[in-house]
C-alpha cells in the first residue's frame, strides 16, 4: 500500500516539475492554467470562451497562458508571426477539422499550408475585387434592392435578422452557382433553405466531437451534428448543373483541367455558401442596429450625405465614410470573434519576444485585438466610426483590423463581402432612416457559435422611415 503512495507521488511530482519547467510556465496567466486546461474548456462549452479570453487579456496584457499547452496574444507582432510569417504563418489544428463538408476536407479545414496553397491556386482569383466588380456588382444590387422593397413593405417593424441572412444567401449563392442561385427574399422554398442553415444551435456537440473523437461512434442520435439535408441537396444539384455561368465559383471548379471530384467541388461550395450567411448577415445586423441607436443618428446623417454623391456602382468602393461604418461595425461585433487557433512550427518560434516550444496552441482573437489597446483603440466599447477618419494613428488602427484575418489564410471572400455590405446599406440608407421598433424585444449580446457569433436573440426589429429628400 505504501508502495503505491509512493509511486502516486513520484507520477505527481513528475508531472509538476514538468508542467513547472516548461517555458509557457513562465507566461503571464492564473495560475491553474499551468497544470489544465479544464477551465478554458468549460468557458468554451458555456459560449463564454472568448469573454474569459478578453478578461485574461485585460488582467494580464497582450500575452496570456489559458492552458499548459495554449497561449492567447493580442499584438501586432504575434498576428504577423502567428497568421502571416512565410506568407500564411503556422498551420492550424484539428480543430479546423469540425469544419469538414461532406465528411470531406474543404480549403478551410485544410490542417497544412502546402495543400492549403495548392486548393487556393485553384480558385482564388474568383474573389478578386476585379471579378467582384465586374461580374457580380448588378446581381447583388438586384438582391438589395429586394431587400429594401421587404423592408418598406412591413406594416409596422420589420425583422432584419431574418432579411440579412436571406440577402447574404442570395448573393453568396449566386455568386458562386449562377444561373442557380437562390432567392429566398421571394421564394418560400429557398426561404426554408435560409431558415434550417441560420437557426441552429450546435456549439456543445460540435465541441463534444473535437474532444472526445474516440467516443463518436458510441454517441446517441441526439448528439450528431444537426444535419442540413435541404442545403445538402441544393449543393449537390447545383455543383452538378451543366453549365454554369462563365464568372461563378463553381464554373472555375469545374472546368476540364480541374483534379477535384464532385465530392470536393461540392464540400468547397457548400463551405463557401455557410461562410458566407452568417459572417455577412450578422455583421450588417449588428451594424445597422448600432446606426438605429438614438445617440448614433449623427452618423446616419453624415453616411446619409455621403451616398448622395454616389453616381455609379464603381465610386461605392470610394467613399470614406461609408468604410469607415463598416470598419467600425466589424470591430465593435466581428462576426468571427474567436481565437483562430494555429500550432507554433518545429523547432519553436519567437512571439511577441517570447520563445514558445513548438506544437503549443497559439491564437489571437479579433475581439480582444480590437479593444486591448485603448492607446489605440480609445473607448474601445463605444461604436464611433469617426475614429477611422481621424488621420493620426490611422496607420496603427488600420494594422489591427483583424476581422478578416490576414496573411494566407486570411479570409478568401472578404471583397464580395465588403461589397454586399456596402452596396446594401447604399440601398437602404440614402433612403430610408432606420429606428429600432417598440416591439424590438430580442438581445442583441454578441452569442458566440462554434466559430461566428451571432445577434443572442436571433432577432432585430427595425423601423424604416422614408427619407423626405429621399434619392431617385
Ligand atoms: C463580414 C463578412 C466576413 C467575415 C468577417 C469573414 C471572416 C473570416 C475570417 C476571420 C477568416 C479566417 C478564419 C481563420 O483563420 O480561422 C475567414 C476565412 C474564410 N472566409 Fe470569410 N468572412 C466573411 C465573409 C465571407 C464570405 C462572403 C465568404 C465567401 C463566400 C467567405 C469565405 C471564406 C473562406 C473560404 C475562408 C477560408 C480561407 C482560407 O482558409 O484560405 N467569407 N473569413
Given at each position: 500500500m505504501l508502495s503505491l503512495w509512493f509511486v502516486g507521488a513520484i507520477c505527481l511530482g513528475i508531472f509538476v516539475f514538468q508542467r513547472l519547467s516548461s517555458p509557457v510556465a513562465k507566461l503571464p496567466g492564473p495560475w491553474y492554467t499551468r497544470f489544465?486546461?479544464?477551465?478554458?474548456?468549460?468557458?468554451?462549452?458555456?459560449?463564454?470562451?472568448?469573454?474569459?479570453?478578453?478578461?485574461?487579456?485585460?488582467?494580464?496584457?497582450?500575452?496570456?497562458?489559458?492552458?499548459?499547452?495554449?497561449?492567447?496574444?493580442?499584438?501586432?507582432?504575434?498576428?504577423?508571426?502567428?497568421?502571416?510569417?512565410?506568407?500564411?504563418?503556422?498551420?492550424?489544428?484539428?480543430?479546423?477539422?469540425?469544419?469538414?463538408?461532406?465528411?470531406?476536407?474543404?480549403?478551410?479545414?485544410?490542417?497544412?499550408?502546402?495543400?492549403?496553397?495548392?486548393?487556393?491556386?485553384?480558385?482564388?482569383?474568383?474573389?478578386?475585387?476585379?471579378?467582384?466588380?465586374?461580374?457580380?456588382?448588378?446581381?447583388?444590387?438586384?438582391?438589395?434592392?429586394?431587400f429594401v422593397s421587404e423592408?418598406?413593405?412591413?406594416?409596422?417593424?420589420?425583422?432584419?435578422?431574418?432579411?440579412?441572412?436571406?440577402?447574404?444567401?442570395?448573393?453568396?449563392?449566386?455568386?458562386?452557382?449562377?444561373?442557380?442561385?437562390?432567392?429566398?427574399?421571394?421564394?418560400?422554398?429557398?426561404?426554408?433553405?435560409?431558415?434550417?442553415?441560420?437557426?441552429?444551435?450546435?456549439?456543445?456537440?460540435n465541441l463534444l466531437h473535437y474532444y472526445l473523437p474516440q467516443f463518436v461512434p458510441y454517441f446517441p442520435s441526439w448528439l450528431m451534428p444537426r444535419r442540413a439535408p435541404k442545403a445538402n441537396d441544393y449543393v449537390h444539384r447545383v455543383t452538378a448543373q451543366k453549365s454554369p455561368d462563365d464568372h461563378t465559383l463553381v464554373s472555375?471548379?469545374?472546368?476540364?483541367?480541374?483534379?477535384?471530384?464532385?465530392?470536393?467541388?461540392?464540400?468547397?461550395?457548400?463551405?463557401?455558401?455557410?461562410?458566407?450567411?452568417?459572417?455577412?448577415?450578422?455583421?450588417?445586423?449588428?451594424?445597422?442596429?448600432?446606426?438605429?441607436?438614438?445617440?448614433?443618428?449623427?452618423?446616419?446623417?453624415?453616411?446619409?450625405?455621403?451616398?448622395?454623391?454616389?453616381?455609379?456602382?464603381?465610386?461605392?468602393?470610394?467613399?470614406?465614410?461609408?468604410?469607415?461604418?463598416?470598419?467600425?461595425?466589424?470591430?465593435?461585433?466581428?462576426?468571427?470573434?474567436?481565437?483562430?487557433?494555429?500550432?507554433?512550427?518545429?523547432?519553436?518560434?519567437?512571439?511577441?519576444?517570447?520563445?514558445?516550444?513548438?506544437?503549443?496552441?497559439?491564437?489571437?482573437q479579433p475581439y480582444t485585438v480590437h479593444r486591448l489597446n485603448e492607446q489605440i483603440f480609445p473607448e474601445p466599447d463605444r461604436f464611433n466610426p469617426n475614429r477611422w477618419l481621424e488621420e493620426e494613428g490611422l496607420h496603427e488602427r488600420n494594422r489591427l483590423f483583424f476581422a478578416f484575418g490576414t496573411g494566407g489564410r486570411g479570409c478568401t471572400g472578404r471583397n464580395l463581402a465588403m461589397t454586399e455590405m456596402k452596396v446594401l446599406l447604399h440601398e437602404v440608407y440614402s433612403r430610408f432612416r432606420t429606428t429600432v421598433a417598440p416591439d424590438m424585444n430580442g438581445s442583441m449580446e454578441i452569442d458566440d457559435q462554434i466559430i461566428s457569433s451571432r445577434p443572442k436573440g436571433q432577432t432585430c426589429k427595425l423601423i424604416f422611415t422614408p427619407r423626405a429628400d429621399k434619392l431617385s
Amino acid at each position: 500500500m505504501l508502495s503505491l503512495w509512493f509511486v502516486g507521488a513520484i507520477c505527481l511530482g513528475i508531472f509538476v516539475f514538468q508542467r513547472l519547467s516548461s517555458p509557457v510556465a513562465k507566461l503571464p496567466g492564473p495560475w491553474y492554467t499551468r497544470f489544465t486546461s479544464l477551465i478554458i474548456k468549460y468557458h468554451e462549452f458555456s459560449a463564454r470562451r472568448r469573454i474569459f479570453i478578453h478578461w485574461l487579456h485585460q488582467k494580464y496584457g497582450p500575452i496570456v497562458r489559458i492552458a499548459p499547452n495554449e497561449v492567447s496574444f493580442a499584438s501586432l507582432d504575434a498576428i504577423r508571426e502567428i497568421y502571416a510569417s512565410g506568407g500564411s504563418g503556422y498551420d492550424k489544428t484539428e480543430y479546423y477539422d469540425l469544419f469538414r463538408q461532406f465528411g470531406t476536407k474543404t480549403m478551410f479545414s485544410t490542417l497544412d499550408k502546402k495543400s492549403h496553397g495548392e486548393r487556393k491556386r485553384q480558385l482564388a482569383d474568383r474573389y478578386a475585387m476585379s471579378n467582384v466588380m465586374r461580374d457580380h456588382v448588378s446581381a447583388i444590387r438586384e438582391r438589395a434592392k429586394s431587400f429594401v422593397s421587404e423592408c418598406a413593405a412591413a406594416v409596422k417593424s420589420v425583422d432584419i435578422y431574418v432579411y440579412l441572412h436571406c440577402y447574404a444567401l442570395d448573393c453568396v449563392t449566386n455568386f458562386m452557382f449562377s444561373p442557380g442561385g437562390l432567392n429566398s427574399l421571394t421564394n418560400t422554398n429557398d426561404f426554408e433553405l435560409m431558415e434550417e442553415l441560420t437557426y441552429h444551435q450546435s456549439l456543445q456537440i460540435n465541441l463534444l466531437h473535437y474532444y472526445l473523437p474516440q467516443f463518436v461512434p458510441y454517441f446517441p442520435s441526439w448528439l450528431m451534428p444537426r444535419r442540413a439535408p435541404k442545403a445538402n441537396d441544393y449543393v449537390h444539384r447545383v455543383t452538378a448543373q451543366k453549365s454554369p455561368d462563365d464568372h461563378t465559383l463553381v464554373s472555375r471548379l469545374t472546368r476540364e483541367t480541374s483534379s477535384l471530384t464532385h465530392l470536393q467541388i461540392a464540400a468547397e461550395c457548400k463551405d463557401h455558401m455557410a461562410a458566407g450567411i452568417d459572417t455577412t448577415g450578422d455583421g450588417l445586423c449588428f451594424l445597422m442596429w448600432e446606426l438605429s441607436q438614438p445617440q448614433n443618428m449623427e452618423f446616419q446623417d453624415c453616411l446619409y450625405k455621403e451616398l448622395c454623391s454616389v453616381t455609379d456602382d464603381t465610386s461605392i468602393d470610394r467613399l470614406p465614410y461609408l468604410d469607415a461604418i463598416i470598419k467600425e461595425a466589424l470591430r465593435c461585433s466581428p462576426p468571427i470573434p474567436m481565437s483562430f487557433p494555429r500550432y507554433v512550427p518545429r523547432g519553436g518560434r519567437t512571439i511577441d519576444g517570447e520563445f514558445i516550444p513548438e506544437g503549443t496552441i497559439v491564437s489571437c482573437q479579433p475581439y480582444t485585438v480590437h479593444r486591448l489597446n485603448e492607446q489605440i483603440f480609445p473607448e474601445p466599447d463605444r461604436f464611433n466610426p469617426n475614429r477611422w477618419l481621424e488621420e493620426e494613428g490611422l496607420h496603427e488602427r488600420n494594422r489591427l483590423f483583424f476581422a478578416f484575418g490576414t496573411g494566407g489564410r486570411g479570409c478568401t471572400g472578404r471583397n464580395l463581402a465588403m461589397t454586399e455590405m456596402k452596396v446594401l446599406l447604399h440601398e437602404v440608407y440614402s433612403r430610408f432612416r432606420t429606428t429600432v421598433a417598440p416591439d424590438m424585444n430580442g438581445s442583441m449580446e454578441i452569442d458566440d457559435q462554434i466559430i461566428s457569433s451571432r445577434p443572442k436573440g436571433q432577432t432585430c426589429k427595425l423601423i424604416f422611415t422614408p427619407r423626405a429628400d429621399k434619392l431617385s
